[in-house]
Each structure stands twice: as C-alpha cells, then as structure tokens.
C-alpha cells in the first residue's frame, strides 16, 4: 500500500505535519478528530455519496479520445471533473468538508481560491447547506478571473481581494489562516486542496478518492485492465491525489505535471509553509517565492506533503511544463475533441503532446479537473480573436 | 529545569525584574526597516525590559496588517536574515534580544545552524509562530545546544491538559497569546487576555508576558495585572511606519513604562 494513513504525528515519510500557530492547534485536532468518527459513519458517507451523486453529478464519465488518440498515437482516456457541478473536481472536497464543518456545529466557512474554482465550489456548498461564506483570492486573480468572482457573488459569498504579497494564491491561503485564527470557534476553513496541516492533505485526498475509484472501475470495463500512465496536473494536488488514490497500488505509472513557474517538486527544495512540511519554491534563505503560470489555479509555491513523499519514494514523478505548452494543448483538446479543458487540466495534456513518441501505443488516463470556460476570456488575450486556426 | 544555570539570559533578566516589583514590558520591532536600530535602542532607554526583533518572512501568517506591511517594505529595501543579525551585536540596549519569526527562515538553514547564528549575533531568544509546541521539538533541542531560549506561545485555545507541558517546555518566557486572531492593536483588551495569562500562571513560575492586541498603555496596566508583563508590537511598528521614528518609539514605550510603573 502506497498511498495510506498519514502517521499520528500527520507525517507522509518526512512530509506534512501541523505548523500553524498555536490558537490553531486544536481546531485541527478536533477537525482530525471529527472527520475520523464521520468518516467511520455509514450515515456520513452515504449523504457526501448522495449529494455528489443526486446534486454533484457523479460518476463522472470515462471519454475514449478517438480523434486525439489517433493524432497523437496515444490512446487517450479522459476522466471527465469537468462534468461536475461548478466545473471541476472541487465539489468532491467541499461537499465533504461542508457536511463536516455541520457536524461540528460550524456555521461558518472560509475559503481561499486562485482561479476561483474552489471558491465557486466552496459558495456553492455554503447556500446548499445554508452557511455564511467568505473567500479570499489574491488581487491578481480577482482581475483574471474576473467572471469567477461574480459567480461566487451571486452564490451568496463574499470574496475579499487579498493585495498583500504576490495577491496571488500563496497570499489568499495566507488571508484565509489569519481569518481562522481569529474566528475558529465559529468557523470552518475549507482549504482547497491536498495541503495545510494535518488533517487536510489526508482528509482532502480522502474526499477525491472517488474520482481514483471510479476511474479504476472504468477503466478495466473499457480496456479491461488498468491504464499504462496516469497523469493529473498539480498545483496543491488535489486532483492528482484523488486520481492517484485509485491506481496507487496498480502498475501504472503515475505522472503529476506542473508548471514551469511553479515547479515545487521539480526543484526538490524542503521547506515549510501554510502549515506543511513539504517542497517549496523559495531563495536561498527561505523566502517563499512567487509562482508563474498562465493557470491562476496552479501558481502555487509549494505542493502538498503526500506528492513530496510520492516522489521522495520514487512512486510518482512530477515533470514540468510551458506555458506555451499548455496554450497549445489546450487548444488541440478544443479542435479535436470538442472539449474546452481548464488551463490547469491542460497541463496534463501538454505533458502527454510532448511524450507522445515515448507513450506510443500505451493507454494513458488524464484527469480533466475542470473546464475552460472561465479560461475562455484570458485566452482571448492570448490568442487574439482571429488568430486561432 | 528551575536551577538557575539552565535558564538563558532572557528568562534570568526577566525574572529578575519581576523580583524587584516591575511589570515587564517587552517591545518588538521589524528589523530591516528603515530606522530600526535607532527604534531599538530608543525602546531599551525608555524603559524596555526586553527587545523583539522581526526578521522579515515573506508569509507572515500570524501578523495582521501593521506588521506585514513593516515586513514587506522591509524585505522590499533588502533585509535579510543576515543583514538583520549582523546589526544586532552593535545594537547598545543592556537588555535580552529575542528574534521574532518564522519556522522556514530556520528550517532552510537547518536548526543547528541557524540556532548557533542566532547565538554568534548576540540573540539570547527566538520566537516561531508558525512552530507550535507540538512541532517544536526538534528546534528546542538545537536550539538549546547552542545556547539559544525558545519562546512558545500559549492560546487561549490550548486545552489545559497540554498548558502545564507547553510551559514547562517554553524558555526565556512564556507568550500568552491574548486573544483569537492576529497580531494588531484593538480597541479593548479581549477577556481571553486574562484568561489565558491566568491559566499559565497557575501552571508555571516562569514569566507570562500577554500579547496580541495589546493597544493602549491603559491596556496594557490591565493585562498585566494578572500577567507579569505585555509584549507591544504593531503600536510600535505604526510609529515607524507613520514616520515618526525612533523618537515616536520612545515616547510610545516611555508612555507604557510609565503607565506600567505607576500599576
């Protein structure tokens, strides 16, 4: 077993634990505790299962890419996160820890978001629930992602622009801390991804283990056995953690691709930030550094404390990719399949376009973790409207 | 762990003060920003019992917005861990220094390493926010070695089975973390203040200095009327970055002295 339990202490190997401030200590303790005894609950499991069903939209579908697999010379199964409700994988996790911050008697959750996905789940999660909501997103992104914003509007959540730092991600995470730590007793903080302390990375992955569960399942009804590679884009790494869950003890390989900007396992470099012990990008003295990617949702500094292992161990690998890369992938997923992939999820595709020769023949699963739709503006800018052909 | 050759400079000094009848008060400035040694001193002539040093950290998740801007326009000039330790041994105050920051800036380094800077520049103390009691041994250790006292902080959510550990674990003093929330000045003092340094004070002899929204000298007479003292920060950082300089900062920390003297 690859991918278990983290240690008592919240350790992958020497990765993850619990570093935030004191105040925050018991919270974590306690959501550690809460979510081990509703997850132990037949009750709990069978609500988060009907509501990602019956609201969420699962399963989401297997896609056999005829077209692309054809140019490529990869067969090219697409696990479909964009089908979910709000777009993207993330509803899996906000249901989940929704429903946990009600069991808690929590009537409050507070988010950070990039690209806004996670912000937009958590917005939902709050009015189908009926709780307050507020969420944090870096300056930078409230200005590209500019429609997201609104969506989380009209969901009933408030959105504050975070101008301190690089008002990028890293901050909005940073904003969302200081805001738990000062209203805990009421509050929820509903981290977006497979990092923070302990029991986050775990409880995270945790959520999004049916993504890996059902596209195991899907996989050997349509090739009959499991895929040769499985590959997810990774900025915290949420989605690839959920994927990865369901393959980990399989042959595949799997492959976790990130930016070139925000390369935190590519570097290798150990550091500890928003509550982590894991990769992170920072200078030679320890000062965090400023991710760069064209995906709002993927410029992130650090990576979450489970992939840091996966490659320590040397069960994953984490390879990087352009912006000019991804621009291209993710217009080729548009022309020949019929699918405008989140700039993020195109990450993994621009991974596959460049390894096509050496995947030659091989059956490759991709975790679409979102649509493009909210990218479609941005891509405007980048492409011009007459120069896409 | 209460014979006097263990204990390091800061807890020797403070306890000392709290012997002769004074409330402690322990001021804190962000290193690298413009004026900062001049700050520092003026503090310990207007009647410091001890000096915080900031060393600017680009994710400071436990400070609100006084600090992280003092701490952004510091990093923003080109302060660094370095460049703020190589002034503290020319800094003339006679009183303990700790260094205020975060876990990564000793991580990168390694413990051993940035313990026995800390101790070669002339810092009796560190305090790391973001490293909780329960992830703060192995520093402690290091720390130790090297001669170096590690502050741990104390919330009023700290449930009182691991209170009595996290005290007698802490060195130089105990930082009673006033209220929920980040450092910042607020208009009243939080009851959580007297709480929290009242539950420490039962579980240990060391000092228990309050901090956290600290934001007046009439603030600060309260909170200490069950603590042995109050750590002032943002107020003082506010002076330096209104402009006002080491002379503001004097008159701000003559202003808690004074208050605090006369009880």
Redesign the interface.
Known sequence: MVMIDPSK?GRFGEFG???????????CEELEAAFRDAWADPAFVEEFHRILTDYGGRPSPLTECYRLSEQLGVRVLLKREDLNHTGSHKINNVIGQALLARRMGKSRLVAETGAGQHGVATATAAALLDMECKVYMGEVDVDRQELNVFRMNLLGAEVEAVS??SRTL??AV?EA??DW?????NTHYCLGSVMGPHPYPWMVRTFHHVIGDEAHEQCLKLVKRVPDVVVACVGGGSNAAGIFSGFADSEARLVGVEPAGGAAVGRGV??????M?SY?M?DE?????EAESISAGLDYPGVGPEHAYLSSVGRAEYPSVTDQEVVEAFQLLCKTEGIIPALESAHALAWVVREAEALRDQVVLLNLSGRGDKDVDQMMEVLGTGDTQ | MSSNSDVGRMERSLRDRRDEGAKLLVVYVTGGFEGWEAAVETAAAAGADAIEIGIPFSDPVMDGPVIQAASEIALGSGATPASVLAAVPHLDTGIPHAVMTYYNLAHNPGHERFASTLADSGVDAAILPDLPFVESGPWREAAGEAGVETILLAAPTTPDDRLPELCAASSGFVYAVGLLGVTGERSTLASTATEIAKRCKSVTDKPVLTGVGIGSPEQAVEASEVADGVIIGSAVVRQLLDGHGADGVGELVASYRTALDAG
Do not use: M, W
């Not at chain 1, 150990?270 to 509550?275: A, E, N, Q, S």
């Not at chain 1, 003295?285 to 550094?289: E, I, L, S």
């Open positions: 202490e634990g619990r570093f935030v401030p004191e105040t925050l200590i018991p919270a301190s730092g890293k901050d940073n801390l200081r730590v000062a209203t805990v007793e150990p550091g500890v930030v928003h509550g012990a992170l920072q003295v320890g000062q965090v550094q």
